[in-house]
Every structure is written in C-alpha cells, then in structure tokens.
Nanobody, 114 residues
Framework: QVQLVESGGGLVQAGGSLRLSCAAS????????MGWYRQVPGQQRDLVAQ???????NYGDSAKGRFTIYRDNAKNTMYLQMNNLKPEDTAVYYC????????WGQGTQVTVST
C-alpha cells in the first residue's frame, strides 16, 4: 500500500514563499509519475504541477513562473517550491502518485494573507 504524507503548508503573507514536501512510503517511487493538485472548498481539484519519473515537468497556468516542482528519488520525496505567493493560492494542496493507479495524500493547507 502506497502512503503519501504532505508537509510544509501554513500561513504566509502575500509575496512570501513556502516549500511543500510529499514523502512516499514505497519502493516504486522513482518509477512513478507525481504531481501536486490543489482544492478550494466547493471547487474542483486543479492541477498545480506534475513531474514524470524521468523528470519532465508540467505546470498549471497559475503556477507557471512562480512554482517549481522537483523530486529526490533517493529520499522518496517530491517537493513544490512556491514563490511570490498570492491570496488566490490559498487552498489545500494534495500530493498525487501514479503507479498502475492513482494515490493521494491527506493534503496540507496553504493560506496566503493579504
């Protein structure tokens, strides 16, 4: 069973930075495609960024130029560096892993104040 644990969320002022981490308890981490999604209550879960097993990245429009996704396969951990945060980035951020099926973490709250 794959378990994903996010951390690094919190409260930050607009213009600030946060780094989210997603630790995966699985030996197949390096073979899996990973991603970050976010969700605001009452709205759909949206793509923030994706990183393939080979390191290719893809960003949602809201993340381009401000966020960076990367992974450390030796630590079974994926990261999301978020810079120049805006109040509209406020959401619960979820880690996603794809290996034969999708797995989700429990989410971490990011709140950006004005």
């Amino acid at each position: 069973q794959v378990q994903l644990v996010e951390s690094g969320g919190g409260l930050v002022q607009a213009g600030g930075s946060l780094r989210l981490s997603c630790a995966a308890s699985t030996s197949i981490f390096s073979f899996a495609d990973m991603g970050w999604y976010r969700q605001v209550p009452g709205q759909q879960r949206d793509l923030v960024a994706q990183i393939s097993s080979g390191g290719s990245t893809n960003y949602g429009d809201s993340a381009k130029g401000r966020f960076t996704i990367y992974r450390d396969n030796a630590k079974n951990t994926m990261y999301l560096q978020m810079n120049n945060l805006k109040p509209e980035d406020t959401a619960v951020y979820y880690c996603n892993l794809i290996w034969r099926r999708q797995y989700w973490g429990q989410g971490t709250q990011v709140t950006v104040s004005t």
